[in-house]
C-alpha cells in the first residue's frame, strides 16, 4: 500500500514538473522562437500622419517673420487645418503631420541658418509629406523688376535645399525694417547696409499676398 502510493506521488510529482519545464521553456527567452515572439516596440513603432495636421515652422530674428508664420496658420485653420505653429528649434519631429510650412527671413541673402538646419535635420521625414516654402525678406519693399528678380533668386536657393518645393511655388513677402528691435551694434551695420541697398525703416508686409498664398496651399 505504502509502496502504491509513493509511486502514484512520484508520477505526480514527475508530470507536473515536466509541465512546469515546458512552460518555463516555451515562455523563457531560451528559446529563440519565445524570443522572436516579443514584439520590438520601439522599433515598429510607425507614427500615421493624422490628415490635414498641419506644422507652420518659422525662423525670425525681429519678429516679422513670425507674424507672417502666424497669419499663415491662421488661414489654414479657417480652412480646416489643425495647425501648430512652431519656431524652428522647438520643433523635435515631424510625427503626424500631414504638411509642414517652412519660412524664414532672408538674412545676407539667404534663408537663416537655423532654417537651413532644420531641412537638413528633418530631411527623411519632409521628403514623406507634403512641404511648401516662403521667405521674407527687404528687396521686395522695393516692387522693381531688379528686386523682383533678386527674391527669385532667393526662392531658387531655397528650392536647392528642398527639391521637392518647386521655385516658383515658394511665398515670397516683402518684410520689415524697424531699428528699434536691433542692438546698438546692429542697428549700425543695417543702417549700413540698407542704405547701400536702398530702403527705408517700414512694415512693408502686404497681408493679402500672404492671406491669399496660404489660401492657396490646398
Ligand atoms: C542682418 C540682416 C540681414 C539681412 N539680409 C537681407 C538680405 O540679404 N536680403 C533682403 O532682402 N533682406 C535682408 N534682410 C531683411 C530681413 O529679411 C527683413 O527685415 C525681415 O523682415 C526680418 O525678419 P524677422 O523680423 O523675422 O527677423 C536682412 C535683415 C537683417 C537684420
Known amino acids: 500500500m505504502k509502496q502504491k502510493w509513493s509511486r502514484r506521488k512520484f508520477i505526480e510529482i514527475g508530470s507536473k514538473s515536466i509541465v512546469f519545464g515546458v512552460a518555463t521553456l516555451i ?31 518659422y525662423e525670425s530674428q525681429f519678429g516679422s517673420t513670425a507674424e507672417v508664420a502666424e497669419v499663415i496658420g491662421q488661414v489654414l485653420s479657417e480652412g480646416g487645418s489643425h495647425v501648430c505653429i512652431k519656431k524652428m528649434k522647438d520643433v523635435t519631429d515631424l510625427d503626424g503631420y500631414s504638411r509642414v510650412v517652412i519660412g ?83 542697428r549700425l551695420a543695417a543702417k549700413a547696409m540698407f542704405a547701400i541697398i536702398g530702403v527705408k525703416e517700414g512694415d512693408y508686409r502686404d497681408w493679402k499676398a500672404i492671406r491669399d498664398w496660404a489660401g492657396g496651399l490646398f
Open 27 to 57: 515562455f523563457s527567452k531560451w528559446l529563440p522562437f519565445a524570443k522572436a515572439k516579443i514584439p520590438d516596440v520601439k522599433k515598429k513603432t510607425i507614427v500615421v500622419p493624422i490628415p490635414n495636421k498641419v506644422l507652420v515652422a
Open 104 to 186: 524664414s527671413a532672408i538674412q545676407y541673402d539667404k534663408w537663416m541658418p537655423e532654417a537651413r538646419k532644420f531641412v537638413m535635420t528633418h530631411q527623411k521625414a519632409l521628403a514623406q509629406i507634403d512641404v511648401s516654402c516662403f521667405l521674407v525678406c527687404l528687396v521686395l519693399s522695393k516692387g522693381t523688376a531688379k528686386s523682383i528678380k533678386k527674391s527669385k533668386g532667393y526662392a531658387l536657393k531655397i528650392s536647392e535645399l528642398v527639391p521637392s518645393v518647386p521655385a516658383d511655388s515658394i511665398g515670397q513677402f516683402a518684410g520689415v525694417l524697424d531699428y528699434s528691435k536691433m542692438s546698438f551694434g546692429q
